[in-house]
């Protein structure tokens, strides 16, 4: 590829990287496969990146990542069913702090279980829409269903959310 091709390619692709290990994560549940899988998409976007003609960088990424996650997943024998996140400090003086992000942590890691239980066809539309913040048109072109599909995966996919989080929390979405 030319010089011209990789300064664009850094300039379109690039700048989405976040948003494709958000969804690898969620999709492998494991952050080490989701860095593998990440690295492996761009590369393959990076190759592919002459048929690319200026639609959006964004959704033909993470089009790229998802299908690759299905194709990782396909082809390995173990499951691993968590995915560690780290959201909190190492160290914190403040002991009110502490408690306040012990609360905000535990908080956290419901709703990321309550998400990683979600079927994989409504545990993707979830965190494209509510963590990409993607709109259902970008949505529908990386998952390869209508608009309609998109809506309803969600809407599902919120009631479940929902329903796990239990009545003391605020409905999804």
């Given at each position: 590829?030319?010089?011209?091709?990789?300064?664009?390619?850094?300039?379109?692709?690039?700048?989405?990287?976040?948003?494709?290990?958000?969804?690898?994560?969620?999709?492998?549940?494991?952050?080490?496969?989701?860095?593998?899988?990440?690295?492996?998409?761009?590369?393959?976007?990076?190759r592919y990146f002459d048929?690319?003609?200026?639609?959006?960088?964004?959704?033909w990424l993470l089009t790229?990542?998802?299908?690759?996650?299905?194709?990782?997943?396909?082809?390995?024998?173990?499951?691993?069913?968590?995915?560690?996140?780290?959201?909190?400090?190492?160290?914190?003086?403040?002991?009110?702090?502490?408690?306040?992000?012990?609360?905000?942590?535990?908080?956290?890691?419901?709703?990321?279980?309550?998400?990683?239980?979600?079927?994989?066809?409504?545990?993707?539309?979830?965190?494209?829409?509510?963590?990409?913040?993607?709109?259902?048109?970008?949505?529908?072109?990386?998952?390869?269903?209508?608009?309609?599909?998109?809506?309803?995966?969600?809407?599902?996919?919120?009631?479940?959310?929902?329903?796990?989080?239990?009545?003391?929390?605020?409905?999804?979405?």
């Amino acid at each position: 590829m030319a010089e011209q091709g990789t300064t664009r390619f850094e300039q379109v692709v690039l700048p989405h990287l976040d948003d494709a290990y958000t969804l690898a994560c969620y999709l492998l549940r494991d952050q080490h496969d989701a860095q593998d899988a990440v690295q492996e998409a761009v590369l393959r976007a990076l190759r592919y990146f002459d048929g690319f003609r200026g639609e959006d960088a964004r959704a033909w990424l993470l089009t790229i990542v998802r299908n690759y996650c299905y194709t990782w997943k396909k082809g390995r024998a173990t499951d691993r069913s968590t995915v560690a996140f780290s959201d909190t400090a190492d160290h914190v003086a403040d002991v009110r702090a502490t408690d306040d992000l012990v609360i905000q942590s535990t908080e956290s890691e419901r709703v990321k279980a309550a998400v990683d239980a979600l079927p994989d066809e409504l545990r993707e539309v979830i965190v494209l829409r509510e963590l990409n913040e993607m709109s259902y048109r970008e949505i529908s072109e990386v998952v390869g269903v209508p608009i309609g599909t998109v809506m309803s995966r969600l809407s599902r996919g919120r009631n479940r959310l929902a329903e796990a989080l239990g009545a003391d929390s605020r409905r999804a979405g």
